[in-house]
DNA sequence: GCCGTTTTCGGCCCGACTGTTTTCAGTCG
């Protein structure tokens, strides 16, 4: 069975995760935590370097033991210890640490005092008002703690980079099968939305032959259960707990069928309506005039039949995308060979895995001719977030850098908090010295709608900020973000020459595809950042774009399609 | 469990906030 990095990782954080309810020594605990993080942003597969017999202890937060834990996870695709531990405790206390206000430690004293090892006996004390009489526990956190059950019961959905490991895998499996001819993965994974439900497969039949194609699709290494399987549709779940449903169709039909499976929905009805307005008929088969099929070879031919251009998936969700295209004034859709330089990086000065260097070396790999150096001010103490003095040595660095540099300037940012009162948490002199302040909130989130957005807007104003960083605060999955009225921000920012930004970061994602259009509405203009915490981080600018596309953004929407040169003259004078 | 120009032990991130308490544990970033 292929042992995929995110498999070893989730090992990893479930042994810190269930060591860490255990009591174990918090360093300990850590250093899983780190070794799951290295492999999350590793962008070499593990089993293959284990194969290969790479030394894995080179890895950053590797040593002798855990490479081999590793190793034992790669050929077994378990851990004995982890299955030890699972024993000793339920596994499902580790979902238990789901729950926002919950830690290691209350969910021990929930197991001590209550027996509560799951979620669902978690539940039950909570509505039973059994939690509130645990020493420690009061009637607040016990209604906080039903709230955040109430939430993690909508549905989840996995982050698009999640699911596309899982999906490229799965693809080349695929196409190995000799009775395919095209493959598609369909859905909203296609539409590039920034959590994906269930992956849908298309494929083409290269033969007659079903059930080969289907054999093959069900006889993947990763399925962990065949939840249908028929002659042009099967259904099974992965290992990951992701469902993949395949769909084969005839050759002719491909197109109208990855129209159809690609959605959205309420993009599909109204493709239909107007198909029927013509006198014509659409299903996943074809279109067709009374018997006779007229298209759907190809998308292009089924939406030209209707007198549309080829629609982008990432336009698919019936927000005007089609009265635009019938007008044929479709948006001219950003790519990410239009950015010119990445605005938001990390580095080792602070939570960062590399070095300005070797993030220069790769930003120059990604063909982008700057990059800005935007770490974390002192008030993120946790990564050693920069002071005064950091900052004006890490100016110092960066000069000195590209003095060695050709054909590419690295930008001596920061990403300065924005504080309590809106203030900023570094010194306006220090600040005045950056090429580009990106600033941003980490702290004190829990705020009215009000107050937040005048501390934002305090920033806005603020003479040395150029752009506003993740405007909203939100982690997919994890928490929502803060309240805040964007559509004032946005207002203030346009009149003060302040950007925003979409960060690229697959769990961040902020702002979201509807705010992206609202800026474009509004004429601010929007930096796509990477967020990236490793040179492989700068990758999560594909992302952005997707984003950036879904929001409708063109080239002359985004900040850093400009040339620095370009790019210099529009940041506000300080 | 990792790491190392103080190298095989001893340090490893730490302050703010919340809700619980009445001096602090737990969580978060």
New binding site residues.
């Given amino acids: 069975m292929p042992v995929h990095n995110s498999d070893i990782k989730k090992i990893l954080k479930d042994m810190a995760d269930l060591l860490d309810i255990k009591g174990a ?1 918090e ?2 605990v ?3 935590r780190n ?1 799951a993080r290295t492999l999350g942003q590793l962008s070499k597969n593990v089993e293959e370097m284990v194969r290969e017999g790479e030394d894995l ?1 080179r890895l ?8 081999g834990k590793i190793e034992e996870i790669v050929n077994t695709g378990t851990l004995e210890q982890l299955e030890e531990l699972k024993r000793e405790l339920n596994p499902e206390m580790v979902r238990m640490l789901e729950v ?8 021990k ?1 929930l197991y001590d005092a209550l027996g509560i090892n799951n979620l669902k006996d978690l539940k039950e004390a909570a509505q039973k008002k059994k939690i509130r009489e645990i ?8 209604e ?1 703690i039903l709230t955040e059950l109430q939430e993690m019961g909508e549905e989840k959905r996995t982050l698009l980079k999640e699911a596309e490991e899982v999906a490229e895998a799965f693809y080349s499996y695929l196409q190995k099968s000799e009775g395919i001819g095209q493959i598609e993965v369909a859905g909203s994974y296609r539409r590039r939305k920034e959590t994906v439900g269930d992956l849908d497969i298309l494929v083409s039949l290269a033969g007659k032959d079903n059930n080969r194609v289907m054999e093959h699709f069900v006889g993947y290494e990763d399925i962990t259960e065949i939840i249908s399987k028929g002659e042009t549709k099967s259904s099974v779940r992965l290992k990951s707990g992701i469902q993949v449903d395949l769909r084969a169709v005839e050759k002719e039909s491909f197109g109208a069928a990855l129209l159809y499976f690609t959605g959205s929905k309420a993009h599909n009805i109204e493709v239909r309506k107007l198909a029927l307005e013509r006198g014509y008929k659409i299903s996943e088969y074809g279109v067709f005039e009374g018997e006779t099929q007229v298209a759907g070879e190809t998308e292009e031919g089924v939406y030209q039949k209707l007198d549309m251009p080829w629609i982008p998936p990432q336009l698919r969700e019936n927000q005007g995308e089609i009265k635009a295209a019938r007008e044929n004034s479709l948006p001219s859709l950003i790519t990410w060979k239009d950015i010119q330089g990445d605005l938001h990086t990390h580095s080792t000065r602070t939570d960062g895995r590399n070095t300005i260097k070797e993030m220069v070396e790769a930003a120059r790999k990604q063909g982008y001719s700057y990059m800005a150096v935007t770490e974390h001010s002192k008030r ?3 990564v050693n977030g920069l002071d005064e003095k950091g900052l004006l040595e890490q100016i110092e660095e960066i000069k000195e850098l590209n003095s060695t540099l050709e054909g590419f300037r690295v930008l001596a940012g920061i990403e300065v908090d924005i504080l ?1 009162d809106g203030s900023l948490d570094l010194e306006g002199e220090v600040l005045e010295k950056c090429d580009l302040v990106v600033a941003s909130v ?3 989130r ?1 705020m009215s709608r009000e107050a937040m957005t005048n501390r934002i807007l305090k920033a806005v104003e603020n003479p040395h900020v150029n752009i506003i960083a993740h405007p909203t605060g939100r982690e997919i999955n994890k ?1 929502r973000g803060y309240p805040v009225d964007l559509e004032k921000v946005m207002t203030e920012a346009k009149g003060a020459g302040v950007f925003m930004e979409l960060n690229g970061y697959p769990s961040r994602l902020d702002l979201k595809d509807t705010h992206c259009r609202m800026a474009k509405d509004l004429g601010v203009k929007i930096s796509l950042g990477s967020d990236a915490h490793s040179t492989g981080g700068l990758t999560n600018m594909k992302y952005g774009i997707d984003q950036a596309r879904r929001g409708w953004l063109e080239r002359e929407d985004v900040l850093n399609t400009l040339s620095w040169k370009e790019l210099k003259k529009i940041l506000k004078k300080k």
């Fill in positions: 020594n360093f300990r850590r250093a899983y070794a202890t950053e937060g590797i040593g002798e033991d855990l490479a926002a206000s919950l830690g290691p430690r209350r969910v004293k020493e420690g526990f009061g009637k607040k956190t016990e906080k993120v103490r946790m309590y980490h702290y004190n829990n928490r």
